[in-house]
């Protein structure tokens, strides 16, 4: 096997429709989201570590991560541009999750309301 056939661009299937596009796209997103939703599932654990909300954005890991996936797309035979674009909106969607379960992991309890 060389190094190429171990790239993620290298399993990409020849399509001749958009079917075949838009299934291999849906089968890829059947895998993707589970995993999202494991990944924004630590931004409960990481707003339950945190002591100050001014902790949830933190510059220095956005460009860690930034620069890791940037490699790991070059690695992979992808667009590292594109990645990158991916992953910050990613980071900002999970940022705003975060300071909503910091708030929620803070507020008081409210006793005896009704519902």
């Given at each position: 096997m060389t190094s190429s056939e171990t790239k993620a661009i290298a399993r990409v299937k020849d399509c001749?429709?958009?079917?075949?596009?838009?299934?291999?796209?849906?089968?890829?997103?059947?895998?993707?989201?589970?995993?999202?939703?494991?990944?924004?599932?630590?931004?409960?654990?990481?707003?339950?570590?945190?002591?100050?909300?001014?902790q949830v954005r933190d510059e220095a890991r956005i460009q860690a991560i930034v620069d890791r996936v940037r490699e790991r797309a070059a690695a992979e035979g992808g667009d590292a541009d594109v990645m990158e674009a991916i992953y910050r909106s990613l980071m900002e969607a999970c940022i705003a999750y975060e300071h909503r379960e910091f708030a929620r992991l803070r507020e008081p309890a409210t006793a005896g309301s009704a519902a």
């Amino acid at each position: 096997m060389t190094s190429s056939e171990t790239k993620a661009i290298a399993r990409v299937k020849d399509c001749t429709t958009m079917q075949d596009v838009r299934r291999e796209v849906n089968a890829l997103d059947d895998v993707l989201v589970p995993l999202l939703v494991e990944r924004v599932g630590y931004m409960t654990q990481a707003a339950r570590i945190k002591q100050g909300a001014e902790q949830v954005r933190d510059e220095a890991r956005i460009q860690a991560i930034v620069d890791r996936v940037r490699e790991r797309a070059a690695a992979e035979g992808g667009d590292a541009d594109v990645m990158e674009a991916i992953y910050r909106s990613l980071m900002e969607a999970c940022i705003a999750y975060e300071h909503r379960e910091f708030a929620r992991l803070r507020e008081p309890a409210t006793a005896g309301s009704a519902a």
